[in-house]
């Protein structure tokens, strides 16, 4: 079996919501597992001085034009979170915690998390909320948001940003193909013409 994929993404991105709607898929058709990696773009912010969209002059409402348009075109459902960006602490946290146990379940854990922020436009920065999204998967909620504040589970979800950082991750979505960064859902058109030629 070929390496898997490496996807970053952070829980607040709405590019990363779009990627993680098909890199799974992508990565299927040819022989590839996926490594899903949430991070806090905030920890990357500080290193590179980014900003989020929203509080960016002229770039931020392109982006929300741009938001609305890419998710009529690939086909999947989005509206503006009304609280946004939001903290992707608790989420990732949650997803690490029951990635330990089942990475399969992390995955749907993920997407459902996605769905209830992008879509539902709830919260997820709130434990309770993240709680209730994983308990709906039959997690049990009690245990997870136990788990939250366990330093364990903090001290895991800092090692892998810490990690991403070193590696030259600096937004999200981020795929990185057998060692080959490709940043951004606009990009995964080439990340399949990577797998399919081994590259140019």
Known sequence: MANPIDFYFDFSSPYGYFAGSKIDAIAARHGRGVTWRPILLGAVFKITGGQPLPTIPLKGSYAAHDL???????????????????????????????????????????????????????????????????????????????????????????????AAIERGVFGSPYVVVDGEPFWGSDRLDQVERWLATGGW
């Not at 919260?123 to 993240?130: G, K, L, Q, R």
């Not at 998967?137 to 903090?154: D, F, R």
Request: net charge positive; charged share 25%.
């Open 68 to 162: 609305a348009r890419t998710a009529r075109l690939i086909g999947v459902p989005f509206r503006m979170p009304s609280k946004f960006p939001v903290s992707g602490a608790a989420p990732s946290r949650a997803y690490y915690w029951v990635a330990g146990r089942d990475p399969v379940l992390a995955k749907q854990l993920a997407l459902a998390l996605h769905r209830a922020y992008f879509v539902e436009d709830r919260d997820i920065s709130n434990p309770e909320v993240t709680g209730n999204v994983a308990a709906k998967l039959g997690i049990e909620k009690a245990a997870l948001l136990q788990a939250l504040g366990e330093p364990a589970v903090k001290e895991r979800l800092k090692t892998e940003v810490d």
